[in-house]
Each structure stands twice: as C-alpha cells, then as structure tokens.
Antibody, heavy 120, light 107 residues
Framework: QVTLKESGPALVKPTEALTLTCTFS??????????MSWIRQPPGRALEWLGR???????VYTTSLKTRLTISKDTSKNQVLLTLTNMDPVDTATYYC????????????WGHGTMVIVSS | DTQMTQSPSSLSASVGDRVTITCRAS??????LAWYQQKPGKVPKLLLL???TLESGVPSRFSGSGSGTDYTLTISSLQPEDFGTYYC?????????FGQGTTVEIK
C-alpha cells in the first residue's frame, strides 16, 4: 500500500525557515520516472504547485519561490524534504506532498497535508 | 509559466444535470493535463490523467476531453457526492501549474 505522510512544525515565525518531511512507503523514489511534488493551499484558496524532485535527483521549482525553496530526498529513510526560507505570513497554508507514478506526471497519491501557520 | 484558467469559478446544478468545467492553458500542453476533485477539508483526489483517462475507481460519469490549449471535464449526471472544488493541472511545461479551481454546489 502506497502512503505519504507530511510532518513538521505547525507554527513558524516570520523570517524563519520551514522544513517539512514527507515520509512515504510502498514504493521507491529511485524507481525510473518516479516524481515527488510539494503543493500548498492557503486557507480557502486554490492549490499551488511548489516544486518536485525526480528519481534522478533533478528538481524543478515554481518561479515565484525559486530563490527560497529547496526540495531534497533521503532515499535511505524514504523521505522527501521541503525547505522554505524567510517565511512570511502569506506562506500560511496546508502543505501536501504527492507522488507521480512512472508513466504519468499526474499526482496520483497525496499525503494528508500539514497546516503551517506563520506568525510572530 | 503556463497559466491555467478555469471556468466557471463556481456553479450550482441539480442532481442529474450534465456539468461541464473548462480549463484553458496559456500555451499548448499536448493533453498533459489532470483533473482533481477536492471536498472541503479533504485531500485532492485524482480523477483523470492524460486529459481523458479515467483513474482507477473513478465513476464513469466523469469524462475528459480536449486538445491543444482547451480541455473540459464533464460530469454526465451530477450526483449528490460530486460537490466540491475541481482543479486542472498541467504537467507539460516546467514549472507545473494548477488552475484556480471550480466549485460545484448541489442545488
């Protein structure tokens, strides 16, 4: 069974860095053409794709966050990490990790999401 | 970045109605499009991929079509459980992008 679970702080202060962990099971992130994305959703608003890391360690980031966002993976722990620096209240959102299975880049499995509030 | 514009932003329809949601890309995305359903407080669920391929377990009343820059999601006979917000997502160009969502309300 494929599962994803996000974890990390629920509250961060402005200017701090956020690190979230996506722990997954039931597949290997090193499988050819596997991709892992991070998506966020501010309260009451639309989904925003943040970035992804591919099986070969290639990364792609959304343009607006390119200078603040890093996505990495720890294969030995079955984890994908998101680091977002210089947090601002507008970064308050539910953060999801999601998988794209080989053969399609559609996001077929999602974690339950983790809510992050940015406030002093 | 490829902008994805959905219309309408919201709609209200009756059970049994045929519902169509449109997604327009700012450039050709060659059927590299997925549709998701998100119910309030829940995780998005993949409905269709490759513009028209139904994900396993998704009811056949959902269908997708389109080409080039214009794509549609159709619910052939709206059911009470189909309420929620629907998002399109293009994965043809980097960075990937979502539409702004279409909220479906049951009358």
């Amino acid at each position: 069974q494929v599962t994803l679970k996000e974890s990390g702080p629920a509250l961060v202060k402005p200017t701090e860095a956020l690190t979230l962990t996506c722990t997954f099971s039931g597949f290997s992130v090193n499988t050819f053409a596997m991709r892992m994305s991070w998506i966020r959703q501010p309260p009451g608003r639309a989904l925003e794709w943040l970035g992804r890391i591919d099986w070969d360690d290639a990364t792609v980031y959304t343009t607006s966050l390119k200078t603040r966002l890093t996505i990495s993976k720890d294969t030995s722990k079955n984890q994908v990490l998101l680091t977002l620096t210089n947090m601002d209240p507008v970064d308050t959102a539910t953060y999801y990790c999601a998988r794209s299975r080989p053969g399609s880049s559609a996001l077929d499995i999602w974690g339950h999401g983790t809510m992050v509030i940015v406030s002093s | 970045d490829t902008q994805m514009t959905q219309s309408p932003s919201s709609l209200s329809a009756s059970v049994g109605d045929r519902v169509t949601i449109t997604c327009r890309a700012s450039e050709i995305i060659s059927n590299s499009l997925a549709w998701y359903q998100q119910k309030p407080g829940k995780v998005p669920k993949l409905l269709l991929l490759g513009a028209s391929t139904l994900e396993s377990g998704v009811p056949s009343r959902f269908s997708g079509s389109g080409s080039g820059t214009d794509y549609t999601l159709t619910i052939s006979s709206l059911q009470p459980e189909d309420f929620g917000t629907y998002y399109c997502h293009q994965f043809y160009t980097n960075p990937w992008t979502f539409g702004q969502g279409t909220t479906v309300e049951i009358k």
